[in-house]
């Protein structure tokens, strides 16, 4: 198993005929991916990497879709959730950088308010390694993704990649990898996401890529210490060294209120029980340590 995404999930794309959602459609496929449709308005009765094109996401979703990856714009982001939404979908993955601060608000509101994912903005999406992709994850992908028993949360893109191939090369594959997103507001948080890792079988622990600002690592902290999420919990938060009250890359980057620095969440996360790497090259013998030895597969 996985969470949000396998093999069998059945994937709409939203932008499909643009040029990133042809190049990154056409990968997705071949790793696997289920894409039974897209959407395009005005384009329907076309088909894009032999995927069938509609006007309209209800259209589309007579393909039984179960999840959505949205290439939009920011500023038509959401209106394509709220279609995604009407037409029963509850898996949504929007990759647009920059969505106005009220939409995204309004966005997770109506999230929260149907039980649905929204992975993103600003994210490079989910993986379930050897299985499916919704995103843009590179296409040397299969030398830094590898399948197994860690699940990997991160508000980062070119850091995961990073941090995910110091766990590989120790021999720590990946069950499923979202990216929360780095904007202020993302559609989901990571202790939301935690208690699907928990009912994973195939999650054994979940590795946190974190940064400084916003509070989701302390929320996290706080799941584990209530018992919500009882596996191993691991993380590594960057930006120990970065000045404060700088923003720092990613519009989420910055600490506010007196909460999100990075020496708060990592007090937070070990009173808490989790295992925190102060430097990347800590985490082989942390792996080790809450998981033993694995050979990725």
């Not at 959401?78 to 950088?97: H, P, S, Y």
């Not at 028993?149 to 110091?166: D, H, K, P």
């Not at 009250?245 to 990613?250: F, Q, Y």
Request: net charge neutral; hydrophobic share 40%.
């Amino acid at each position: 198993m996985s969470i949000l995404l396998d093999r069998s999930t059945r994937v709409l794309i939203q932008g499909i005929t643009g040029k990133e959602g042809t190049f990154w459609t056409r990968h997705m496929l071949d790793l696997g991916t289920r894409v039974v449709a897209g959407v395009t308005p005005g384009k329907e009765g076309e088909s894009c990497q032999g995927v069938p094109v509609y006007h309209t996401v209800r259209r589309a979703a007579e393909h039984e879709a179960e999840a959505s990856l949205l290439f939009v714009p920011p500023r038509y982001t959401k209106d394509a959730v709220f279609e995604a939404l009407d037409a029963g979908i509850r898996t949504i993955v929007t990759v647009a950088d920059g969505i106005p601060l009220h939409d995204a608000l309004q966005i997770r509101k109506a999230a929260l308010s149907c039980g649905a994912h929204i992975i993103g903005g600003n994210t490079s999406g989910v993986i379930s390694p050897g299985k499916a992709m919704m995103g843009f994850f590179p296409y040397w992908i299969e030398r830094v993704y590898k399948t197994g028993r860690l699940g990997v949360m991160t508000r980062s893109g070119s850091l995961t990649n990073e941090i995910t191939a110091l766990a590989v090369r120790a021999g720590f594959g990946v069950s499923t990898l979202v990216g929360v997103g780095g904007d202020p507001v993302p559609g989901c948080r990571f202790s939301e996401m935690l208690p699907l890792y928990q009912d994973d079988p195939e999650t054994e622990g979940v590795l946190i890529i974190g940064e400084l600002g916003g509070t989701m690592e302390e929320e996290a902290a706080e799941a584990l210490a209530s018992g919500v999420f009882r596996k191993p919990l691991l993380a590594f938060v960057c930006g120990v060294y970065a000045p404060e009250g700088k923003r720092m890359g990613h519009a989420g980057a910055i600490v506010t209120g007196g909460r999100g620095t990075v020496n708060g969440k990592i007090r937070a996360l070990e009173k808490a029980g989790a295992l925190v790497a102060t430097r990347p090259g800590m985490l082989p013998g942390l792996l080790n340590q809450a998981l033993g030895e694995e050979k990725t597969t």
